[in-house]
């Protein structure tokens, strides 16, 4: 599709969330629990908040999403409309739009959002849809569900009225067909800051293999939220979930305490619940920095021979804005935009050299 069909797409697809919200909100007294959550997440916010996310491509996003605190929007407004930047970026093949495709040619979208109220939605193996993250909000927000899988997260999808997309751009149906010539899988570390846009190497935030954007943002107060999405590892098994749409795997956030993402093989990440773990050892006193660590030595100690080569990433904040990063292998990045709106890449400091 042609960018600017894109954009009307999701011109159109965003006006339809906001048309399905403000239909809600006349609902009036006495109505359910999905307007009640659309009320707690609507909490927080604002200018003045920090954003942290991972990789290279996490530094527009977190200006999309600062940019949203800016204009008034609650800390949940703030990071999907961060994590929407990669989502609908062609260029990047592992979030979204240009996402490249399971083993069948299908691309397949995992993504959650949850604000530290008790706001969680989340969705997996959705198709045809652009923004995962937009309809994992809309299961938080307008379902008693925290979390819809394929088929019926792509009917609901519909059924909210974000338009049906092919997401299979044509540079990524080439990448899987010159993948089914050897049908060789093998997760490559630190795919994300390879190339990014066929034939474009050099710039951040290309994945041959897989990637994600994780992102948490926290206000001027201590309230936090967080949302994750991918398309998850190319050229996966069909009906594969990895730990990015899984609260306390992808991304966890507890109020008074702070929260979590993981980038990387999810594989790894689910068998250890690893956001939530980062999260308890927050609560028990670790910085972010030491919490993510304790994580990611974790599987190491877990997982022995078994993690060789793989990446897993740690990123988290705490409410008091303190941030930690921590990977298996060197080359895991992360964006961290400060509260005057100021972003930097930082790369984590990793377990293993190689
Ligand atoms: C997954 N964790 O589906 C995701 C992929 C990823 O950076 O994060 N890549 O396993």
Known sequence: MAREGMEQTMQDERRAFLGGIASLAGIG????????????????????????????????ANDAAFARGRSGGSLIDMVEAG???????????????????????????????MDDAGGVGAVAALEDTVHAISVARAVMEHTPH????????????????????NLLTPEAEKAWRDWLKTQNYKPVANSETGTYGAGRPGTPGGALDHDTIGMLARDASGRMAGACTTSGMAFKMRGRVGDSPQVGSGL??????G????????????RTVGTARVVASMRHGLSPQAACEEAAKHIASLRGDAIKGVQVGFLAMD????????????????????ATGRTRVEKAPSLFRA
């Open 319 to 338: 409410t008091a804005g303190r941030v930690g990063a921590f990977c298996l292998l060197p080359g895991f990045t992360y964006a961290v935009t400060d």
């Open 83 to 113: 994590v929407m930047v990669p989502e609908a970026d062609p260029n990047n093949h592992s979030v979204g739009y240009g996402g490249y495709p399971d083993r069948d040619g299908h691309v397949t979208l995992d993504a959650v959002i």
């Open 29 to 60: 007294a006495g109505v359910a629990a999905p307007v009640r959550a659309l009320a707690k997440a609507a909490m927080g916010g604002g200018s003045n908040a920090m954003i942290v996310s991972t990789w290279d491509f996490g530094a527009p």
């Open 146 to 165: 925290t979390f819809l899988v394929g088929e019926g997260a792509t009917r609901f999808a519909r059924d909210r009225g974000f338009p049906r997309v």
């Open 259 to 270: 929260g979590a993402t993981s980038t990387g093989l999810g594989e790894e990440v689910t």
């Open 252 to 257: 966890y956030v507890e109020r008074g305490v």
